[in-house]
């Protein structure tokens, strides 16, 4: 087998990641979790779902591992970490959520997430999803909207993952 590739995956992205549990992590805090007991500190963004319901919609975040610190915030428009480029979603509300620390590859520098990297979503409110980063223990995701969301985030320990309920008026009655 030949490992030079690898290093050079690991190196290019600035980060060196050790397997553990099922979970990557920084060689440091893998080897802190080991002694301690602990999970692993990164965890791995393996996919996203979404789904309507009657009087909301839902996206998932699916993680190996726990699910790490998650920040959701509006911004004006989406954009790729690290290009800046601007993401391709149609919508005039947009949604960032960042989760940390995670990463969405393994130790090899091979990706791991399974879910769409940009995709159009036709439900009530959720228009659109795109992965737009996986960068120095950082996994960012876009939404988008065409009118302002309410919403409600919260996680979910076992399975492991982040939910966005989207509110609104119920299309069941």
């Not at 553990?20 to 500190?41: D, Y």
């Not at 800046?84 to 090899?108: T, W």
Request: charged share 20%; proline share 9%; aromatic share 6%.
């Amino acid at each position: 087998m030949h490992h030079h590739p690898r290093r050079t995956a690991v190196a290019a992205a600035g980060i060196l990641l050790t397997a553990t549990a099922g979970a990557a992590a920084p060689a440091s805090a893998a080897t802190q979790s080991a002694a301690s007991g602990r999970a692993p500190a990164t965890a791995l963004v393996v996919d996203a779902h979404w789904a309507g319901h009657c009087t909301f919609d839902r996206l998932v975040i699916h993680v190996r591992g726990t699910v790490p610190p998650v920040t959701v915030k509006p911004v004006r428009h989406l954009r790729y970490d690290g290009s800046g480029k601007r993401v391709p979603l149609a919508g005039r509300y947009f949604l960032e959520i960042k989760l940390s620390p995670a990463a969405a590859h393994n130790q090899a520098g091979k990706p791991v997430y399974r879910g769409p990297r940009l995709l159009k979503i036709h439900l009530p409110k959720l228009k659109g999803l795109a992965l737009t980063g996986d960068f120095e223990g950082v996994v960012t995701f876009g939404t988008a909207f065409k009118t302002k969301p309410h919403y409600k985030a919260y996680t979910v320990p076992r399975p492991a993952r982040f939910v966005l309920d989207i509110k609104h008026p119920n299309i069941c009655s």
